[in-house]
Protein backbone atom coordinates (compact mmCIF):
# COMPACT_ATOMS: atom_id res chain seq x y z
CA UNK A 1 0.00 0.00 0.00
CA UNK A 2 1.16 3.11 -1.14
CA UNK A 3 1.40 6.55 1.42
CA UNK A 4 0.55 9.83 1.06
CA UNK A 5 3.14 11.70 1.57
CA UNK A 6 5.28 13.86 -0.60
CA UNK A 7 4.42 15.99 -3.52
CA UNK A 8 0.97 14.72 -4.81
CA UNK A 9 -0.89 15.30 -1.77
CA UNK A 10 -0.08 18.91 -1.11
CA UNK A 11 -1.01 19.37 -4.90
CA UNK A 12 -4.15 18.01 -4.69
CA UNK A 13 -4.79 19.85 -1.17
CA UNK A 14 -4.24 22.87 -3.01
CA UNK A 15 -6.72 21.77 -6.28
CA UNK A 16 -9.42 21.12 -4.11
CA UNK A 17 -9.17 24.09 -1.91
CA UNK A 18 -9.11 26.54 -5.43
CA UNK A 19 -11.78 24.61 -6.69
CA UNK A 20 -14.10 25.26 -2.79
CA UNK A 21 -13.10 28.86 -3.17
CA UNK A 22 -13.80 29.08 -6.96
CA UNK A 23 -17.16 28.31 -5.37
CA UNK A 24 -17.88 31.07 -3.94
CA UNK A 25 -17.29 33.67 -6.75
CA UNK A 26 -19.89 35.69 -8.12
CA UNK A 27 -21.75 34.95 -11.45
CA UNK A 28 -18.67 33.06 -12.64
CA UNK A 29 -19.34 30.16 -9.93
CA UNK A 30 -17.77 27.00 -11.62
CA UNK A 31 -19.12 24.23 -9.07
CA UNK A 32 -22.75 25.44 -10.00
CA UNK A 33 -22.06 25.29 -13.79
CA UNK A 34 -20.24 21.69 -12.98
CA UNK A 35 -23.36 21.15 -11.12
CA UNK A 36 -25.65 22.03 -13.48
CA UNK A 37 -23.67 20.67 -16.76
CA UNK A 38 -23.84 17.14 -15.16
CA UNK A 39 -27.36 17.48 -14.13
CA UNK A 40 -27.06 17.21 -10.48
CA UNK A 41 -27.87 21.20 -10.14
CA UNK A 42 -30.16 23.16 -11.45
CA UNK A 43 -30.19 26.84 -12.96
CA UNK A 44 -31.63 29.63 -10.97
CA UNK A 45 -34.89 29.89 -11.49
CA UNK A 46 -36.69 33.77 -11.84
CA UNK A 47 -37.63 35.90 -8.70
CA UNK A 48 -41.46 35.33 -8.30
CA UNK A 49 -43.57 38.53 -9.08
CA UNK A 50 -43.96 39.84 -5.77
CA UNK A 51 -40.37 40.00 -5.33
CA UNK A 52 -39.81 41.88 -8.12
CA UNK A 53 -42.45 44.21 -7.89
CA UNK A 54 -41.64 44.94 -3.82
CA UNK A 55 -38.00 45.72 -4.95
CA UNK A 56 -37.56 49.44 -5.88
CA UNK A 57 -36.07 50.35 -9.23
CA UNK A 58 -33.12 52.38 -7.27
CA UNK A 59 -31.80 51.69 -4.47
CA UNK A 60 -30.06 54.21 -1.74
CA UNK A 61 -27.23 52.07 -0.89
CA UNK A 62 -24.22 50.82 -2.79
CA UNK A 63 -24.54 47.15 -3.70
CA UNK A 64 -21.45 44.74 -2.54
CA UNK A 65 -19.28 44.42 -5.82
CA UNK A 66 -20.19 47.78 -6.92
CA UNK A 67 -17.78 50.71 -7.15
CA UNK A 68 -18.91 53.89 -5.17
CA UNK A 69 -19.74 56.81 -7.49
CA UNK A 70 -16.70 59.31 -7.46
CA UNK A 71 -16.67 62.18 -5.07
CA UNK A 72 -17.80 65.65 -5.83
CA UNK A 73 -14.95 67.77 -6.09
CA UNK A 74 -14.27 70.68 -2.92
CA UNK A 75 -16.97 73.35 -3.25
CA UNK A 76 -15.61 76.97 -3.84
CA UNK A 77 -14.85 79.44 -1.44
CA UNK A 78 -17.70 81.59 -1.92
CA UNK A 79 -20.06 78.74 -1.32
CA UNK A 80 -18.30 77.39 1.89
CA UNK A 81 -18.74 81.07 2.90
CA UNK A 82 -22.20 80.93 2.47
CA UNK A 83 -22.87 78.11 3.98
CA UNK A 84 -20.82 78.73 7.38
CA UNK A 85 -22.85 82.16 7.76
CA UNK A 86 -26.01 80.27 7.36
CA UNK A 87 -25.02 78.16 9.59
CA UNK A 88 -24.01 80.17 11.87
CA UNK A 89 -27.22 81.85 12.04
CA UNK A 90 -28.82 79.09 13.04
CA UNK A 91 -26.51 78.58 16.07
CA UNK A 92 -27.44 82.12 17.01
CA UNK A 93 -31.35 81.22 16.51
CA UNK A 94 -30.56 78.43 18.86
CA UNK A 95 -28.63 80.18 21.25
CA UNK A 96 -31.43 82.76 21.95
CA UNK A 97 -33.54 79.96 22.19
CA UNK A 98 -31.43 78.37 25.05
CA UNK A 99 -31.34 81.60 26.92
CA UNK A 100 -34.84 82.28 26.54
CA UNK A 101 -35.19 78.71 28.00
CA UNK A 102 -33.11 78.87 30.69
CA UNK A 103 -34.95 82.14 32.03
CA UNK A 104 -38.33 81.05 32.02
CA UNK A 105 -36.71 78.42 33.94
CA UNK A 106 -34.92 80.08 36.81
CA UNK A 107 -38.45 82.73 36.23
CA UNK A 108 -40.96 79.63 37.02
CA UNK A 109 -40.98 78.39 40.53
CA UNK A 110 -40.12 75.22 41.58
CA UNK A 111 -43.36 72.78 42.16
CA UNK A 112 -43.95 72.31 45.82
CA UNK A 113 -44.12 69.03 47.05
CA UNK A 114 -47.87 67.52 48.08
CA UNK A 115 -48.90 68.23 51.85
CA UNK A 116 -49.77 65.24 53.03
CA UNK A 117 -52.52 64.79 55.94
CA UNK A 118 -51.45 63.24 58.79
CA UNK A 119 -51.85 59.65 59.67
CA UNK A 120 -55.32 58.50 60.93
CA UNK A 121 -54.30 56.74 64.36
CA UNK A 122 -57.35 54.35 65.91
Do not use: H
Not at 39 to 57: H, I, L, N, Y
Not at 62 to 76: D, F, L, N, T, Y
Not at 114 to 121: A, D, F, G, N, S
Amino acid sequence: MRRLSGRPFPITLAVCGLAALAGCSGDTNWVRDAAVWSGVGAERKPAPDFVVQSRPATSDYVPVGVAPPKREQAKAQPTVKAVEAEMDAIRTTNEGRGTEARQFGTATPAAQPPVLPPPIRP
